[in-house]
């Protein structure tokens, strides 16, 4: 069993934002990994380069037969499959899971850039994530990689209620979920304490043993 896991945050956060998924995920057995990215006035291209050097370094520490997995919140999770659709990594990276991440894209930012260009241009990660741009990155399906998909659909939040579909309060379930993911679930939880809660921990730890949330 494959027990390191690299942890990344999403958007305008940092690596404490997923400290407590690192000590819930510690707790089921599991040495978990974080790292701290541009997440908030570049691009994410330019934080995949970023982490892809921390990738590096973490790669050269595993023995020969050991891999590492990836688990992402939010727009980290659009870095770890942009990582997959470039990296000559491949051969150690075991699974991995999405948390909320806006796959297809974020309504919210859609708007953002209708209401106002300058903030869209100063918080270049945001502007990543309109629809348009999200299908730019050209996201590859690896095969020999199983993903799973976590969304939330507790509308709680503020920016939610500009959303006019099944939501998290920042993303919209029907954008966390693609057709070649492995597994999909959907929990009842808001986008800001999601991967906070000790459940999501526990559907991360049975998609990573089995590549299924319900085993």
């Keep these: 069993m494959n027990k390191k896991v690299i942890l990344v945050h999403g958007y305008t956060k940092h690596y404490d934002d997923m400290l407590v998924l690192k000590k819930n995920l510690e707790l089921l057995g599991y040495e978990a990994i974080l790292v701290d990215l541009p997440l908030t006035f570049e691009y994410i291209t330019d934080a995949v380069i970023v982490f892809e050097e921390k990738i590096n370094e973490i790669i050269y520490s595993l023995k020969e037969d050991e891999k590492i997995s990836l688990v992402g919140h939010s727009t980290g999770g659009l870095v770890i499959r942009l990582l997959l659709s470039n990296t000559k990594y491949i051969e150690k990276i075991y699974r991995c899971v999405l948390i909320a991440t806006p796959n297809k894209g974020s309504e919210l930012a859609d708007i953002a850039s209708r209401i106002s260009h300058i903030f869209i241009n100063i918080f270049k990660t945001l502007k990543s994530l309109r629809h348009e741009n999200v299908e730019k990155l050209d996201l590859k399906q690896i095969d020999d990689i199983e993903i799973g998909g976590i969304a939330g659909n507790k509308s709680d939040l503020l920016l939610g209620k500009l959303l006019e579909n099944e939501n998290?309060?920042?993303?919209?379930?029907?954008?966390?979920?693609?057709?070649?993911?492995?597994?999909?679930?959907?929990?009842?939880?808001?986008?800001?304490?999601?991967?906070?809660?000790?459940?999501?921990?526990?559907?991360?730890?049975?998609?990573?043993?089995?590549?299924?949330?319900?085993?």
């Design 168 to 215: 998290d309060g920042r993303v919209e379930v029907n954008s966390v979920r693609y057709k070649e993911l492995k597994d999909f679930i959907v929990v009842p939880y808001n986008h800001e304490e999601i991967h906070y809660k000790f459940e999501v921990a526990e559907l991360v730890d049975n998609f990573l043993r089995t590549g299924d949330f319900n085993k």
